[in-house]
């Protein structure tokens, strides 16, 4: 019988696989996460298998990545939880006819309405991801100050005795082996010059945050303004360096006009809202209250903070067309 089912590779290509597992014992479903013993009881009203793809920034420029997984929904298409992952689907359809589980099959669906469906959550919302924490994550700050260091004495060392060129020849593999090898956080080995930059970049960006031209999140997205010479104003969302929405900011129908903070049970995001009280944006998680009312005072938009009852949230989830989850 197919009572268990694990993924069989990472979420994005050439990630690491998951250490999770789903298992069925006639009553309910079960998940765990081997890396941190996390374990959890569920009974979905179906499975969703999902693969959309997301804005990445490289070194190569802005490119598209493809991320895939499987999440339990309830009966209303909440997502109770979400295993990223590579699933194999002979395996899913087999574990799915076993437990007597339906399956939606999200693989052919356009991109944005992955999004909004993994973005709808439900109050206990989980997400196992199955991954050992980084070697040396503790001691990533310290490693990369002392790599930047040394990265800075090398580059006078080769500088003051005629050797630059070797440095801009180090420095530029250096750069690439880091890209394949995703450890981005180490760039600074091969450019000294973010020891000093990153310190300006941060206090820059408190000033931004205080002056309300830019609201930032602890889990790393940020809401902020650009004028577009050609579109007109628009109003974006950054995760990290990459651009992940880009919305007109004007107050005509389908425009970006208002902010939604909301919270439902345990459950809290911002809505993008357009002229007509619509939404246009799901930004599911937490947003500081204080940031974004600044933010909405600066740029001369609304900004309403409800609790929301289960159907205001129902119709919200799935009237809005468009999510970053």
């Given amino acids: 019988m197919d009572s268990q089912l694990v993924p069989h590779g990472g979420a994005i290509v050439g990630a690491a696989c998951p250490e999770t597992a789903l298992s069925w014992d006639g009553h309910s479903l079960s998940a765990t996460d081997a890396t941190t013993g996390d374990s959890l009881r569920l009974t979905p009203a179906a ?17 598209q990545q493809s991320v895939t997984g499987l999440a339990a929904l309830d009966a209303d298409g909440l997502v109770l939880l979400d295993l990223p992952g590579s699933w194999h689907a002979p395996d899913v359809h087999a574990f799915t006819v076993n437990a007597g589980i339906p399956v939606v099959d999200g693989r052919a669906h356009r991109p944005y309405r992955v999004r909004a469906t993994l973005a709808a959550r439900a109050p206990g919302w989980r997400r196992l991801r199955g991954l050992r924490r980084p070697f040396l ?31 801009r020849g180090l420095s530029s593999v250096g750069r690439i082996l880091l890209d394949i090898l995703e450890a981005k956080w180490l760039f600074v080995a091969f450019s000294p010059a973010l020891l000093v930059l990153r310190p300006i970049s941060a206090r820059l960006q408190r000033r931004r945050i205080a002056r309300g031209e830019v609201v930032s999140t602890p889990g790393g997205l940020t809401l902020t303004t650009k004028e577009d010479a050609h579109r007109g104003p628009r109003l974006q969302v950054h995760r990290g360096q990459t651009l992940v929405a880009n919305l007109p900011l004007r107050r005509t129908p389908r425009r970006a006009c208002g902010l939604l903070l909301y919270s439902y049970e345990d459950r809290t995001g911002l809505f993008i809202m357009d002229a007509d009280g619509s939404p246009l944006h799901h930004l599911p998680g937490p947003w500081p209250a204080e940031q974004l009312n600044r933010f909405a005072q600066h740029i001369g938009m609304s900004l309403a903070v409800h609790r929301l009852p289960r159907e205001e949230y129902l119709n919200l989830i799935k009237t809005c067309p468009e999510a970053t989850p």
């Fill in 47 to 63: 499975l969703f298998h999902y693969q959309y793809d997301e804005p990445i920034t490289t070194s190569k420029g802005g490119q």
């Fill in 137 to 167: 994550a503790r001691w990533r700050k310290h490693v990369s100050i002392g790599v930047g260091v040394a990265g800075l004495a090398l580059m006078v060392y080769l500088a003051s005795t005629g050797m630059w060129f070797a440095w």
